[in-house]
C-alpha cells in the first residue's frame, strides 16, 4: 500500500469566510484576486474541493491512500473567536470524515483544532476520535505560543492517551517581512518548523510525553540539518536544557520527517541521519511535488528494502491502516 501522508482539502463554507485572512493573501494584507479558471491556483482550490478529482490523480500517481488534512494555509480561522473557530473547524473536520465514509479504501483523516480555547479544542480532539479520524494536523504556534508551552501540555497528553497521531504544519508566519517574494513559504514555513520543534523539545513535551507519535511536514524544516548550536547550549548555556534529560538533538531521531523537501539531496540526508523507518512518503498535494513516488525512488539510499517503508508501511502503521 502506497500512502501519501500530506494531501490538503478545504471546505467551500469555510474557505468562503476565511477570504483573504491568511498567510497567502498577508493575513488581510492584499485582495484576492477575482476568479480565474486559468489560474493555477484555481485549479489546485478545485482538487482540494473534490474528492473525485483525487481518486483520479491518486490513480494517476500510482498511489493508494490520501491522508487527508484541512489546509490551513488557505482556510485558516485563527481570525475568529473561540466559538465561530469551533464551528468552523468542525465543519472542515466533518467533511474529511465524510470523505473517509465514502471512501475508506481510498482516505484516512486527520482533524484540525480549534486552539484558541484549549477546552474547546480537547472535545472536538474526542469528538474527531469517535468519527475514525486518525490524527491531528497541528500548527506551529498558537496566539504567539509556540506548541511546546506549558498551556498546551495537556493537548500533548491527549494526543497521546488516544494513540493519535500529530502532522505537525505550520499554516504560516505573521511575520510580514516573509511576504515579498513569497518567502513565506520557501523560508517561512521550515523556520517555523525549527521554532517549533525547538519548543518542544526544550519545554520537555517530548520528553513528557514519550508515546507521543509525531509527522513533521516539509522533512522537518530546517532544524534536522542544524541542531548543533542547541547541543552546544547544553554545557555553554545549560540553563536553556532545565527541561530534558538528552542532548536536544537526540530528540529528533524520535519523530517522522515526510518527503516535501524538493531536493533528493536533502531526503537523503533525512534517511542517512534519522533511518528510512523514520521517513514518510509526502507530496503536500495538490500544491507541491508532482512525481511523488518518482522523488522517492530517485534517492540513492532508499533501497529496494527501504522503499516499501517509506511508500507506505511506516504511514500505514502509524495510523493504523489495514
Not at 56 to 66: A, N, Q, S, T
Not at 149 to 161: G, M, T
Amino acid at each position: 500500500m502506497i500512502v501519501d501522508f500530506h494531501v490538503h482539502v478545504v471546505h467551500p463554507e469555510v474557505l468562503r469566510q476565511t477570504g483573504n485572512r491568511n498567510v497567502v493573501y498577508g493575513w488581510g494584507t492584499k485582495e484576492v484576486p477575482p476568479p480565474d479558471p486559468e489560474d493555477v491556483r484555481t485549479r489546485q482550490v478545485a482538487r482540494m474541493l473534490d474528492p473525485a478529482l483525487q481518486v483520479e490523480d491518486m490513480d494517476r500517481l500510482g498511489i493508494d491512500r490520501f491522508v487527508l488534512s484541512a489546509s490551513t494555509v488557505v482556510q485558516n480561522t485563527t481570525w475568529a473567536e473561540p466559538a465561530q473557530q469551533a464551528e468552523l473547524e468542525r465543519l472542515s473536520n466533518d467533511l474529511i470524515a465524510q470523505w473517509v465514509a465514502d471512501r475508506p479504501d481510498r482516505f484516512a483523516g486527520l482533524a484540525t483544532l480549534p486552539l484558541e480555547d484549549i477546552r474547546l479544542a480537547l472535545a472536538e480532539l474526542e469528538r474527531c476520535a469517535g468519527l475514525g479520524l486518525r490524527g491531528l494536523n497541528l500548527p506551529a504556534a498558537v496566539a504567539g505560543d509556540y506548541l511546546g508551552a506549558p498551556r498546551f501540555h495537556p493537548l500533548w497528553e491527549a494526543i497521546a492517551d488516544a494513540g493519535l497521531v500529530a502532522f505537525l504544519h505550520p499554516d504560516g508566519s505573521r511575520d510580514l517581512w516573509f511576504q515579498e517574494y513569497s518567502l513565506w513559504n520557501s523560508v517561512g514555513q521550515p523556520v517555523e518548523e525549527a521554532k517549533l520543534l525547538s519548543s518542544l523539545i526544550l519545554e520537555g513535551v517530548l520528553e513528557r510525553y514519550p508515546a507521543l507519535k509525531i509527522v513533521v511536514g516539509h522533512g522537518g524544516g530546517y532544524l534536522p540539518h542544524y541542531f548543533g548550536r542547541l547541543d552546544r547550549n547544553v554545557t555553554n548555556m545549560p540553563d536553556s536544557v532545565r527541561n530534558i534529560s538528552r542532548r536536544p538533538s537526540e530528540y529528533l531521531h524520535d519523530l517522522y520527517y515526510d518527503t516535501c523537501v524538493y531536493d533528493v539531496s536533502i531526503l537523503e540526508a533525512i534517511v542517512d541521519r534519522y533511518g528510512a523507518d523514520h521517513v514518510v512518503l509526502g507530496s503536500d498535494y495538490p500544491v507541491g511535488e508532482t512525481d511523488p513516488i518518482g522523488f522517492v525512488r530517485r534517492a540513492r539510499n532508499i533501497g529496494t528494502d527501504d522503499e516499501p517503508q517509506v511508500l507506505g508501511e511506516t504511514a500505514a502503521r502509524l495510523l493504523g491502516l489495514s
